[in-house]
């Protein structure tokens, strides 16, 4: 027995690499002929084992002695141990004080969001100033002046005589929408002229107007409310036919009294 384990201690090999590891390196230690265990301590970090192979690192510079244990099978334990020289990163001379620490270098300036907001701040600015001047150059034409008759009927008919003259058909839209406003206010207290155009509509219905009359007024606001404040301007419609339906509103009775 003790001849055997003397031919397995002699043919066994144990070597360890790097041949000159530093610390924190991986040192694989190898034992050719028997299975061994590495002894644990307190300066050795095992990071593998296998029976022939063992990984370890440290991370205290010098030497270090790493115990193992061989293990034949039906014989005891028999223990060993080897010296590794490991060696600092540090230079000799190190005093082990941190490097100073150095500003930041600053940034380099960016202006290009800078310049991105003043465009689009000028672009935005040039838009609206042509909006503007676009918006000056359509000048709403101006209304003509209504005689001032005692009569409403009288007032209204003599409008429309006016209304027909114009050659500009905003301007027959708005004078024409702006009369019978008038008219009606004059000769209904509930249809006034402070009222908008749907409610005037409504009054009227509720007023027991015919659904002509009704129908003719509201073409005509409805389209002086387009003349006034659209973009596109007056409705593409036949005016002439909507003042001769603006006449009718005058009573036929008020007609015949004024004819004779």
Same mark, same amino acid.
């Given at each position: 027995?003790?001849?055997?384990?003397?031919?397995?201690?002699?043919?066994?090999?144990?070597?360890?690499?790097?041949?000159?590891?530093?610390?924190?390196?991986?040192?694989?230690?190898?034992?050719?002929?028997?299975?061994?265990?590495?002894?644990?301590?307190?300066?050795?970090?095992?990071?593998?084992?296998?029976?022939?192979?063992?990984?370890?690192?440290?991370?205290?510079?010098?030497?270090?002695?790493?115990?193992?244990?061989?293990?034949?099978?039906?014989?005891?334990?028999?223990?060993?141990?080897?010296?590794?020289?490991?060696?600092?990163?540090?230079?000799?001379?190190?005093?082990?004080?941190?490097?100073?620490?150095?500003?930041?270098?600053?940034?380099?300036?960016?202006?290009?969001?800078?310049?991105?907001?003043?465009?689009?701040?000028?672009?935005?600015?040039?838009?609206?100033?042509?909006?503007?001047?676009?918006?000056?150059?359509?000048?709403?034409?101006?209304?003509?002046?209504?005689?001032?008759?005692?009569?409403?009927?009288?007032? %209204?008919? *003599?409008?429309?005589?006016? =209304?027909? !003259? +114009?050659? #500009?058909?905003? &301007? @027959?839209? /708005?004078?024409?929408?702006?009369?019978?406003?008038?008219?009606?206010?004059?000769?209904?207290?509930?249809?006034?002229?402070?009222?908008?155009?749907?409610?005037?509509?409504?009054?009227?219905?509720?007023?027991?107007?015919?659904?002509?009359?009704?129908?003719?007024?509201?073409?005509?606001?409805?389209?002086?409310?387009?003349?006034?404040?659209?973009? %596109?301007? *007056?409705?593409?419609?036949? =005016?002439? !036919? +909507?003042? #001769?339906?603006? &006449? @009718?509103? /005058?009573?036929?009775?008020?007609?015949?009294?004024?004819?004779?």
């Amino acid at each position: 027995m003790i001849v055997a384990l003397l031919v397995a201690i002699v043919t066994s090999q144990v070597s360890f690499s790097p041949a000159k590891p530093t610390v924190g390196d991986a040192i694989t230690v190898r034992m050719q002929g028997m299975p061994f265990e590495v002894r644990p301590s307190a300066e050795i970090e095992i990071v593998s084992a296998s029976p022939d192979e063992v990984v370890l690192r440290t991370f205290r510079p010098g030497p270090l002695r790493v115990e193992y244990e061989t293990r034949v099978p039906g014989e005891a334990p028999a223990t060993g141990s080897m010296q590794i020289e490991i060696a600092s990163v540090l230079a000799r001379d190190d005093e082990l004080e941190p490097a100073p620490l150095r500003p930041p270098k600053p940034l380099p300036r960016d202006d290009a969001a800078w310049v991105a907001i003043g465009v689009a701040a000028g672009v935005a600015l040039l838009l609206w100033l042509s909006l503007a001047l676009l918006l000056r150059r359509r000048v709403t034409p101006a209304q003509p002046q209504l005689p001032a008759f005692g009569d409403p009927a009288d007032s %209204f008919r *003599a409008a429309l005589a006016r =209304i027909r !003259s +114009l050659d #500009d058909d905003e &301007a @027959k839209w /708005i004078a024409l929408a702006s009369a019978t406003r008038t008219y009606l206010a004059a000769t209904d207290a509930s249809l006034g002229v402070e009222l908008t155009t749907s409610e005037l509509l409504l009054a009227m219905r509720r007023s027991g107007r015919r659904n002509g009359e009704t129908t003719a007024v509201e073409s005509i606001l409805r389209g002086g409310d387009w003349t006034k404040f659209s973009p %596109f301007g *007056a409705p593409q419609v036949e =005016i002439a !036919s +909507l003042v #001769d339906a603006a &006449a @009718k509103l /005058i009573p036929a009775r008020v007609e015949r009294e004024a004819a004779a």
